[in-house]
């Protein structure tokens, strides 16, 4: 057998890898036993008679048949662990991870326009104090407060409604009673003016069938007072000189009579007290 050991290693140098991923056709041994050159080699390359393996991998299958397999709890056991528990998984490792979970939750509802500037802030400082655990926690968290707060508005809402309502009713009825009020001084005025005013004569009614037309009162003016009262005083005198005479000498008769029966009976009645009086 032909020894290929100058063509391996001219191979090499050209390919730039090891010998070991040098590939020489063992059906043209012959030909290739003739290189004895770079040029040659470099044409047998060109031909396809030396070819460069490519390069070995290490398989990974196991390994991610292993990891399926820890993840649902196997192998992990005392006699799997190597270190401490701090030292297997960091709680300080825990904890980041967990932080910009939820920090990148609230910035993700922030861009979407589902939080306002003032509950992102609230929440943000309720991720850093560790109130939740994970994103569930924080997404009902946010759920339940929003709905908490569109109850209060829809009933402050209500309350507002309800107010301004009353409000409206008592200024209408406010308006009816200034109306009100406005109509009766009105009145007022308007009777107070008539009061003020002189009657207006009135018209003589109709005359009905077979009776005479009522003549309309004659008005009584300030000129017409003295007339009545020098009318009025001269009445008694009238009266005076229609009486008798016999009636003046008649009531003359009587009062003289009258007096002399009431003075003696007024005496004897009163001197009796009087001494009871005196002897006390």
């Not at 390069?55 to 649902?72: D, E, F, G, L, P």
């Not at 929003?146 to 409000?167: F, G, M, N, P």
Request: aromatic residues 4%; contains cysteine; charged residues 45%.
């Amino acid at each position: 057998m032909v020894s290929l050991k100058l063509q391996h290693r001219l191979a090499a140098s050209i390919l730039k890898v090891g010998r070991g991923r040098v590939w020489l056709d063992p059906n043209e041994t012959s030909d290739i036993s003739l290189a004895n050159s770079r040029t040659n080699v470099k044409k047998l390359i060109k031909d396809g008679y030396i070819i460069r393996k490519p390069v070995k991998m290490h398989t990974r299958a196991r390994w991610r048949r292993m990891q399926i397999a820890k993840k649902k709890g196997r192998h992990c056991g005392p006699g799997h662990r190597h270190g401490t528990r701090e030292a297997r998984f960091p709680t300080r490792l825990l904890w980041m991870r967990r932080l910009r979970v939820l920090r990148r939750l609230l910035k993700r509802y922030r861009a979407a326009k589902k939080l306002d500037v003032h509950f992102y802030r609230l929440l943000y400082r309720k991720v850093k104090g560790g109130v939740f655990k994970n994103k569930r926690q924080l997404m009902e968290h946010i759920h339940k407060t929003k709905a908490a707060r569109l109850r209060e508005k829809t009933l402050k809402d209500q309350v507002q409604a309800k107010k301004l309502k009353k409000q409206a009713e008592r200024e209408k009825i406010a308006g009816r009673e200034l109306k009100r009020k406005e109509k009766e001084k009105e009145k007022a005025r308007e009777a107070k003016a008539k009061q003020v005013q002189p009657e207006a004569p009135k018209k003589a009614e109709p005359a009905k069938k077979g009776q005479p037309a009522k003549k309309p009162e004659a008005k009584t003016s300030k000129k017409a007072e003295p007339a009545k009262k020098a009318e009025v005083a001269k009445k008694p005198e009238a009266k005076a000189a229609k009486k008798p005479e016999a009636k003046p000498e008649a009531k003359a008769a009587k009062k003289p009579e009258a007096k002399a029966a009431k003075k003696p009976e007024a005496k004897a009645a009163k001197k009796p007290e009087a001494k009871a009086a005196k002897k006390k």
